[in-house]
């Protein structure tokens, strides 16, 4: 059985940082793309970066120079540094992977956390 757990969310100020990791256990083959998505209230899940096995990664236009993504391929983690936080990065956190188990090949994701930028 295949999960997903964040961590590292919480409460910041504008302008400041948090990190956030997700770590996959169970019983995994291999894990191609990892990524973190994010849904602020009211709102649909939108795309904040991603990684490939490789690290080749990608971010959303609203994150660029702001966010870095990164990935540990022998501990199954990946990571997301936040700098210079708005209030409009504010949303539940979710991290997922595509990533190939002895039962199935799909994308799997984790239960999310909460960032909250404020002052």
């Known amino acids: 059985q295949v999960q997903l757990v964040e961590s590292g969310g919480g409460l910041v100020q504008p302008g400041g940082s948090l990190r956030l990791s997700c770590a996959a256990s169970?019983?995994?083959?291999?894990?191609?793309?990892m990524g973190w998505y994010r849904q602020a209230p009211g709102k649909e899940r939108e795309f904040v970066a991603s990684?490939?096995?490789?690290?080749?990664?990608n971010y959303a236009d609203t994150v660029k120079g702001r966010f870095t993504i990164s990935r540990d391929n022998a501990r199954n983690t990946v990571s997301l540094q936040m700098n210079s936080l708005k209030p409009e990065d504010t949303a539940v956190y979710y991290c997922n992977a595509d990533l190939v188990s002895p039962i199935a090949k799909r994308v799997y994701w984790g239960r999310g956390t909460q960032v909250t930028v404020s002052s």
């Open positions: 990684i490939t096995s490789g690290g080749s990664t």
């Open positions: 169970g019983s995994i083959f291999s894990i191609n793309t």
